[in-house]
């Protein structure tokens, strides 16, 4: 992948990839870091293509599906190491991002019907409300979710309505 | 909450943006800063690894394997020590070990061990000539060895073992003189060594002379003895009547049973128990023998 791919990659899925992290999180400040790293693991990835690196290394077929993965599994390592540390800054910039010169004052308003929805789908389980930020909110088809998962389209048809019931309950037990 | 409803407000969720000067920014520091790293991360790679063995293991074992190595560096040096010279850095082990056997000897046997390895040590002597220091030194170790034998000997209390151990320290002495005839030593050590082994046999010879004496002498000698004591409990009654029932019926039975033996002819057992009641009269602090306290018939 080039730079002019890789760019053009991010510009299509940095507002997805970020969303699916803070609906998981709820913090503006841990989602920017946790995409961070699923961005540069990616670009990483994918513009060593063709060198020789790690024994697991293959080329990214799917970008998408790949930076996705990435992203969960950051998010799981991010609740993994929670009680034990809190991911620092200085963290990401031994893995190669430098910190930012100027903050930027990010801030995400919702109205209480949507801070309600984003905290049930925090309550419900995290299968669920994966593929339900996927389908749903990041508009990915059953079949790339399919491939997220490395399971099969009808697995995913069902996980989706089952969790969309889930939800359901969930709003209408606090409502 | 119906379905529709649900779905409707999920497809609000797609409000949430991230800081775009953040994003911009993000996709900068991606490409420029992942190139350096992406490079070396890439010239590691092309280079041929090399996993070494890992040792990792011996951590676990780390306190044992202190020990046993210190277990083995002791015995080594110790075993190694047994076939050095004088001279020699592990010499002194061996020394060290040789008194160790001295010491730690049953206190009857000591004179007997001390010859056997006064002659080990002249051996050694013998095989080193020209380090004049040291053997002046190991000869006089071994003369020091050699006068305490006499004094060793005597402070055996059995007449009979005291007999037997000076005869066999009579017959390791015979042989160290003959060894000693053989060395290669210089003619004033080999005199001084000589004198101190001739001196020792005389004294050991004098000491065998004087027990077969008291041995053979046993009827009238012992006599003497069971005399002084009976009179000494006759005389001392009054200090004895303090001592405990069990202690006065034992003297008791001790002096009949030294009166049968000499009757009998049994004077070594008879020499034994009036050893015993010696000891007994050392319990109770009567520092003053019988033999010195009364008065000889």
New interface residues.
């Given amino acids: 992948m080039t ?1 002019q791919e ?2 053009q990659f ?2 299509n899925n ?2 997805k990839v ?2 699916f992290i ?2 998981r999180v709820d913090k ?1 400040e841990i ?2 870091d946790l ?2 790293q699923a ?2 693991k990616c ?2 990835k994918a ?2 293509r063709g ?4 024994r697991d290394d293959v080329a990214i077929s799917n970008p998408t599906a790949f930076v996705y993965q990435v992203a969960r599994n950051q998010i799981i390592d991010f609740y993994r190491q929670k009680n034990k540390k809190p991911l620092s800054l200085e963290e990401l910039k031994e893995k ?3 910190l ?1 010169q100027k903050s ?3 801030q ?1 308003e ?2 209480f ?2 801070e309600n ?2 905290k049930a789908l925090q309550r419900i389980k995290p299968a669920y409300s994966e593929v ?2 996927w389908h ?2 990041d508009d990915l088809s059953t079949k790339e979710i399919a491939q997220i998962l490395d399971k099969n389209e009808n697995n995913v048809r069902v996980l989706l309505h089952r969790a ?1 019931e889930i ?2 309950k969930e ?2 037990k606090k ?1 | ?1 119906t ?1 529709k409803e ?2 409707e ?6 409000s ?4 775009q ?3 911009s ?3 900068s ?3 420029s ?3 350096s ?2 490079a070396s ?2 010239k590691q ?2 280079k041929p690894k090399i996993h070494l063995v890992s040792f990792s293991f011996l951590h676990h074992y780390q306190k044992a394997l202190v020990s046993a190595a210190l277990v083995v560096l002791f015995i080594s040096t110790f075993a190694l020590a047994q076939t050095s010279l004088p001279g020699n850095l592990l010499y002194p082990v061996k020394t060290l070990t040789q008194n160790a056997k001295i010491a730690l000897a049953p206190k009857d046997y000591k004179p007997v061990v001390r010859m056997q390895i006064t002659k080990a040590r002249l051996e050694d002597m013998a095989k080193i000539t020209d380090q004049e220091q040291v053997i002046a030194l190991m000869s006089q170790n071994i003369q020091k060895d050699l006068e305490a034998i006499p004094q060793e000997l005597k402070n055996i209390q059995k007449k009979q073992k005291t007999l037997d151990i000076s005869k066999q320290v009579q017959t390791e002495a015979k042989d160290l003189n003959n060894m000693i005839a053989r060395t290669q030593l210089q003619s004033q050590d080999k005199e001084a060594l000589e004198k101190t082994t001739q001196d020792t046999q005389a004294q050991v010879l004098a000491l065998i002379i004087d027990t077969t004496e008291e041995i053979n002498q046993c009827p009238g000698f012992l006599q003497d003895k069971l005399a002084n004591l009976q009179k000494y409990f006759t005389e001392n009654i009054q200090i004895v009547a303090q001592w405990s029932p069990d202690e006065i019926t034992q003297i008791r039975t001790f002096l009949a049973d030294i009166s049968n033996d000499i009757k009998a002819g049994n004077c070594l057992e008879a020499m034994e128990k009036i050893e015993s009641i010696n000891q007994i009269l050392q319990i109770h602090s009567l520092d003053i023998k019988v033999e010195t306290s009364t008065p000889t018939p």
């Fill in positions: 730079e890789f760019s991010y510009k940095i507002n970020f969303r803070y609906l503006i989602a920017e995409t961070a961005f540069l670009w990483q513009s060593l060198v020789p690196q790690k190669g991002i430098d930012p930027f004052i990010s995400i919702l109205s019907e949507m929805l984003k339900i930020i749903y909110v969309l939800l359901k709003l209408n409502v | 909450m379905e649900l779905l407000q999920l497809n609000e969720l797609k949430i943006k991230p800081n000067n953040w994003a920014w993000l996709l520091n991606i490409l800063q992942s190139s790293v992406i991360e890439a790679s092309q």
